[in-house]
């Protein structure tokens, strides 16, 4: 089945560190990825939709000079946490859909990246 | 605007008995449904969807749902629960022209006893 890989799945950093977490589908190729972001026993909020070759859209409220997200390849997405600050640590999600598969097909999803800033 | 609503935050129910778990829906035109599940620290793992066709809809560990447009529900059930199956159950909707959009609900934690 599809597969994609999140890395790291878990990371703890100084506040004002920059971290990157990779988004990469292993067996498919993606001209979309989703970036979410939960925090403890709440749902998934949809942060952005990241595009191959273009421009990420950003949903409303979420800053995109602090997620920074580039979608260089078919396979590979990647969200910046700029400057992170103790507010920033939450549980990251990623997901892709394969581009062979029509709309109505499931999302795969990452593991999932916690971040920790202290 | 497409919404899920999960009314339950938490379902308990003993080993071997039969599980339901909630979900309604709001969507404008029609919708594509699916079911979740998140084991602790990990992402989500797909269960079931409703796309078209049968409102009764199989999907992975025993798991189904069923598709009920009239009380725009999708309930996800199981008719013998496994304390396995204790974890946190997402539904979601993507309105069909709503594009790449997909809404989830709260989620539903189950906790399955032995």
């Known amino acids: 089945g599809a597969v994609v890989s999140q890395h790291p799945s878990w990371v703890i950093c100084k506040s004002g560190t920059s971290v990157k977490i990779e988004c990469r589908s292993l067996d498919f190729q993606a001209t979309t990825m989703f970036w979410y972001r939960q925090f403890p026993k709440q749902s998934l909020m949809l942060m952005a939709t990241s595009n191959e070759g273009s421009k990420a859209t950003y949903e409303q409220g979420v800053e995109k000079d602090k997620f920074l997200i580039n979608h260089a390849s078919l396979t590979l997405s990647t969200l910046t946490v700029t400057s992170a600050h103790p507010e920033d640590s939450s549980f990251y999600i990623c997901s892709a859909r394969d581009l062979r598969q029509s709309s109505n097909q499931p999302q795969h999803f990452g593991d999932g990246t916690r971040l920790s800033i202290l | 605007a497409q919404s899920v609503a999960q009314p339950e935050d938490q379902v308990n129910v003993a080993e071997g008995n039969p599980l339901t778990v909630k979900c309604t829906y709001s969507v404008s035109g029609n919708p594509y449904l699916f079911w979740y599940v998140q084991y602790p620290n990990r992402g989500l793992q797909f269960l079931l969807k409703y796309i078209t066709g049968d409102n009764l809809v199989k999907g992975s560990y025993g798991f189904e749902a069923e598709f009920n447009k009239s009380q725009t529900s999708f309930h996800l059930k199981k008719p013998s629960a496994l304390v396995s199956d204790s974890a946190l159950y997402f539904c979601?909707?993507?309105?069909?022209?709503?594009?790449?959009?997909?809404?989830f609900g709260g989620g539903t934690r189950l906790m399955v006893k032995p």
């Open positions: 979601a909707v993507r309105d069909i022209g709503a594009g790449n959009m997909l809404t």
